[in-house]
T-cell receptor, first 113, second 116 residues
Framework: DAGVIQSPRHEVTEMGQEVTLRCKPI?????LFWYRQTMMRGLELLIY????????DSGMPEDRFSAKMPNASFSTLKIQPSEPRDSAVYFC???????????FGPGTRLTVT | TQLLEQSPQFLSIQEGENLTVYCNSS?????LQWYRQEPGEGPVLLVT?????EVKKLKRLTFQFGDARKDSSLHITAAQTGDTGLYLC????????????????FGKGTLLTVNP
């Protein structure tokens, strides 16, 4: 298996623009997670899905952030409008069961100027 | 959300030395995971500890879960340059009795540098 795939790997955008991050989980995994990592706050869970259904979005910073999982093999995290404080590395991870290991993608480094 | 404090935040040692890093919380977790993250990559799971007092060994790495399941430690014997990375602990909270909904809370990590 190719592992969790994220795109793009790097994104530089101007404040106010819309940003869409993409994730393809490992086939057969029922759980998908979106995280954000910064030096100040560490690795934070934003939202996670079970069988394509959002279960906990309490980590989503504000209404500018939204996430979708239209099918078992694809998810998006959208920021609209983007702000400089959104600059971070965004990770997607998947797991087969809640008890199991989470497999992380390589991350998307987002810079908002 | 339960908080996990990791210490030290930074650690720089020479190859061959031993070290211990800590992960502490005031609350109880169902289980605790340790991950290692290398630059430009996502975290990779090293181990999961479930039972209070549990000790797990992974080659030169020894993981211990506190008796009360509130804290954990990672001890590395004879560190090698390949051990360099960010070590993250993550606590698992069950959000419902059925176990289908849960939350994984990460500490900020210990950045370990092993110098040759």
């Amino acid at each position: 298996d190719a592992g969790v795939i994220q795109s793009p790997r790097h994104e530089v955008t101007e404040m106010g623009q819309e940003v869409t991050l993409r994730c393809k989980p490992i086939s057969g995994h029922d759980y998908l997670f979106w995280y954000r990592q910064t030096m100040m706050r560490g690795l934070e869970l934003l939202i996670y899905f079970n069988n394509n259904v959002p279960i906990d979005d309490s980590g989503m910073p504000e209404d500018r952030f939204s996430a979708k999982m239209p099918n078992a093999s694809f998810s998006t995290l959208k920021i609209q409008p983007s702000e400089p404080r959104d600059s971070a590395v965004y990770f997607c991870a998947s797991s087969k069961h809640w008890r199991d290991e989470q497999y992380f993608g390589p991350g998307t480094r987002l810079t908002v100027t | 959300t339960q908080l996990l404090e990791q210490s030290p935040q930074f650690l720089s040692i020479q190859e061959g030395e031993n070290l211990t890093v800590y992960c502490n919380s005031s609350s109880v977790f169902s289980s605790l995971q340790w991950y290692r993250q290398e630059p430009g990559e996502g975290p990779v799971l090293l181990v999961t500890v479930v039972t209070g007092g549990e000790v797990k060994k992974l080659k030169r790495l020894t993981f211990q879960f506190g008796d009360a399941r509130k804290d954990s430690s990672l001890h590395i014997t004879a560190a090698q340059t390949g051990d360099t990375g960010l070590y993250l602990c993550a606590g698992v909270e069950l959000m419902n009795s059925g176990g289908s909904n849960y939350k994984l809370t990460f500490g900020k990590g210990t950045l370990l540098t092993v110098n040759p």
